[in-house]
């Protein structure tokens, strides 16, 4: 009888490991994903940033 409560035991604390695991997972990858995020709204200000001083290097060129 040691041998089966022995098993069930160890297959309880292989579920609890795995869902510790799941929920380390799932926490890095919403943290990843808010990085993705921030760095997708930097580049889109970075491009506005570069399509607007081009308007303006153009206007000044025109102005020449």
Known sequence: MFWPM???ALGFVGL???GVLAVRVFLETQ???RQVSDAARR????AEDLEQATV???RAADSL
């Not at 580049?43 to 970075?46: E, F, P, S, T, Y």
Request: glycine share 6%; aromatic share 6%; net charge positive.
């Open 16 to 18: 609890a490991v795995l």
């Open 56 to 58: 303006s290097a153009t």
């Open 31 to 33: 943290r990843l994903g």
């Open 6 to 8: 022995f098993a069930v």
């Open 43 to 46: 580049i889109n200000r970075a």
